[in-house]
């Protein structure tokens, strides 16, 4: 766990920084501040980082990115947060983004990789159709009135099994740290 | 034009861009007041025992003190940007106005402070253009470096402070955390070189704005319109901070007092799947059950301390956590107890703990009914590992005058072998209970509720033996997810009028189902089974 560090932060504060830089740019457009057309590429490259970051930490698909593309992104973070500095409006988005450049190029130079956060024991099938459901009641079975619910501790050594119903897991139960 | 009348002179510029600044400002104020409070633990606890006079459902609500904090963080993420983008429209105008880009009125009101004996309204006073003119002001006015400063903090701190940064590198979520200092001084100092800007007492007396706010040309010329004065407005903010400020330095000195106590690991215990028990002695340490502690372990990390658990009985005369080791501090600990080696470790060998606590509202609750069901999920069983032994202990000690008289015990988890030490517990219950003729006394039901094909065969290949081959107990474990719904009838079949206490640590989405189950089976005469959920436990 302790291999994902900086990446992930720098994840995050890349796309905090999109969206900062979306803000900004949208106060400089709408204004029509003067050289307002920083704000708008502000607002354009905002989308781009964001649309870059947002996948993050979860990969379903279990690909790997190697450490070079850290450093691809800590140099276009680092060229997209430029011409953002020019206005007041933006510059914010600038700093943020350089920051999150700063942090990928850590990342890159400690040589992380991209591993999938969710720990493996996940992976395993769900039981869910193909389970072969036993009889709850084998015969010779009464009739209708006796066929009661029985107690508790009986319910449990006798079925050996749940009570009914197939085995899904409809709520995963999470180790919710207290 | 604004009414200057009513507001500040710079609101004729920017026509309620300032107000709409100051507004945020205000609130602002207040959250940044309220954001130090619920971190305080120790004034928690001091609150907490203070109140003891009020019910527990008040006083539990001191318990989701960081829920409250992150609500506070995020009215006030929301605030600045409100604060800044308004801001930015107003030193866009400011400056504009400042080198002729806009309407005369405000041109002439810009040059307000140029001449001798006159004081400035417009804080831009050098006539740069924009944008460089917006870039000047914000990097030499000391609320323009303050502000930029503590907006990348908190921006900062936000970013660092998501739930998967603070599960997978909590060291980062916190050392970035105390980046607050520096938003604070800066906020502190962010008002004080009163750039906004108001008439003063004194010129409003002899300056008349109704007849004057026509006649700007004829300012300083007529009589009865000299040139306005204005003064800047004293920073207001430090009042809300200063007070806060100083009970989280007392909240950090105490922290510090505490963990300067002594604390003497009496025994180590490993036990398997990467879990270890510590048992600990203080001197003065007083818990009750359901409570946590925080733990520090300078050998490890000298500034980090994390939360656990106590797994002891207060009538224990030591306390105990019980640790998983999942991530850099914790593998620290292990190595440092000396876990890692197979020989016998001496006792000065072991590492000095500093233990801050404990916290947390006790569940006295659970001893004041006749019937418990205990529900445990997952990691949520640990608390429960305190009750159970302290129950057991008060049973030994004066059966009789022990209300509690059944327990149903629930256990969900996805496997047991991260809880073997908790399955041992049940394990030593379930043996002493036999000895006192009492097996009815506990009953548990262990729910696994991921098991996969080759487990289930081999469960039922050894269904028929006397204990279970997954918990070694008499009780034979169950799998998937428990029938709530007969459960709770079961319960109520076997108590008929008794108020049953239901008791859970676990998921948002298993409360929900608990919660419903106990209304929908719980009659609705003062007579008959009544069924209460404890939502607010631990």
């Avoid at chain 2, 008040?58 to 609500?71: A, E, G, I, P, Y």
């Avoid at chain 2, 270890?276 to 359901?290: D, N, R, W, Y």
């Avoid at chain 2, 106590?310 to 914790?330: K, M, N, Q, Y």
Wanted: aromatic share 12%.
């Amino acid at each position: 766990m302790g291999q994902i560090e900086w990446a992930m932060w720098a994840n995050e504060q890349a796309l905090a920084s999109g969206l900062i830089l979306i803000t900004g740019g949208i106060v400089a457009t709408a204004g029509r501040f003067t050289q307002w057309y920083f704000g708008a590429y502000s607002i354009v490259a905002g989308v781009f980082v964001c649309l870059l970051e947002y996948p993050r930490g979860k990969r379903k698909k279990g690909s790997t990115m190697e450490r070079w593309n850290y450093y691809v992104r800590a140099v276009l973070h680092l060229l997209l947060s430029v011409p953002a500095g020019f206005l007041l409006a933006t510059i914010l988005g600038t700093a943020c983004l350089a920051i999150a450049s700063g942090i990928y190029l850590l990342a890159a130079v400690r040589g992380e990789q991209w591993t999938p956060i969710e720990p493996k024991p996940r992976e395993r099938p769900q039981i869910g159709g193909t389970i072969k459901q036993p009889p709850s009641n084998p015969p010779p079975r009464p009739p209708a009135e006796a066929r009661k619910k029985p107690s508790e501790e009986e319910a449990a050594v006798a079925a050996g099994g749940p009570p009914g119903g197939p085995q899904v897991n409809p709520i995963p139960v999470t180790d919710e740290v207290v | 034009m604004g009414n200057w009348a009513v507001n500040e002179g710079l609101s004729i510029f920017v026509i309620s861009a300032l107000a709409l600044a100051r507004a945020p400002a205000a609130c602002l104020n207040f959250n940044c007041m309220l954001i130090l409070l619920p971190v305080c633990r120790n004034l928690l606890s001091f609150l907490r025992g203070s109140s003891a006079c009020c019910s527990t459902r008040v006083r539990r609500q001191l318990d989701r003190n960081l829920t409250f904090h992150k609500m506070v963080a995020w009215m006030i993420a929301l605030h600045s940007a409100i604060h800044t983008i308004a801001h930015l429209f107003n030193v866009e105008w400011c400056v504009n106005a400042r080198v002729n880009n806009s309407d005369p009125y405000s041109v002439a009101l810009s040059e307000l402070g140029d001449r001798q004996n006159e004081s400035y309204l417009n804080f831009a006073r050098k006539r740069i253009k924009n944008p460089e003119g917006g870039l000047y002001l914000a990097v030499t006015l000391l609320a323009g470096i303050t502000g930029v400063v503590i907006t990348l903090c908190l921006i900062l701190i936000i970013t660092s402070s998501t739930k998967t940064i603070r599960r997978s590198y909590f060291e980062v979520f916190w050392y970035t955390h105390h980046l607050f200092v520096i938003f604070f001084i800066g906020l502190a100092i962010h008002g004080a070189e009163r750039i906004v800007r108001g008439q003063t007492a004194e010129s409003l007396a002899v300056h008349n704005i109704t007849v004057c706010e026509q006649k700007i040309s004829e300012w300083g010329k007529i009589k009865e319109c000299p040139i306005p004065q204005f003064a800047g407005n004293p920073p207001m903010t430090w009042k809300w901070i200063v007070g806060p400020m100083f009970l989280y330095l007392c909240e950090r000195l105490v922290r510090f007092w505490r963990s300067q106590q002594k604390v003497v690991i009496t025994k180590v215990v490993t036990h398997p799947f990467k879990t270890i028990e510590l048992q600990m002695k203080k001197k003065g340490f007083k818990m009750e059950v359901g409570q946590y502690i925080f733990v520090k372990c300078p050998k490890v990390s000298k500034l980090e301390w994390h939360p656990f658990t106590l797994t002891s009985a207060p009538e224990e005369d030591f306390f105990s956590i019980h640790i998983r080791i999942v991530g850099d501090w914790t593998e620290g600990l292990f190595n440092a107890c000396g876990c890692d080696k197979q020989e016998f470790q001496d006792a000065w060998k072991l590492p000095k703990i500093a233990v801050d606590g404990p916290f947390g509202t006790a569940s006295e609750d659970v001893f004041s009914y006749e019937v418990v069901m205990l529900v445990g999920a997952g990691i949520g069983v640990t608390p429960f590992a305190s009750i159970l032994k302290s129950v057991w202990y008060k049973y030994c000690n004066n059966a009789t005058n022990l209300k509690l008289k059944k327990i149903y015990f629930y256990w969900l988890c996805r496997d047991t072998h991260a809880f073997e030490w908790f399955a041992d517990l049940l394990q030593l219950l379930e043996s002493q209970m036999q000895e006192r003729n009492n097996a009815g006394f506990l009953s548990y039901n262990i729910y696994l509720t991921g098991w996969d094909e080759s487990q289930a065969n081999h469960f039922a290949v050894h269904h028929d033996e006397e204990k279970d081959v997954i918990t070694g107990l008499k009780q034979k474990t169950l799998y998937g997810r428990p029938n709530w719904d007969n459960e709770f009838k079961t319960i109520a079949s076997q108590h008929p009028n008794t108020r049953i206490g239901v008791f859970l640590c676990g998921p948002e989405a298993l409360a929900e189902t608990l919660s419903k189950q106990s209304i929908s089976n719980s009659e609705s005469g003062p007579r008959g089974v009544h069924f209460i959920f404890n939502k607010e436990n631990f």
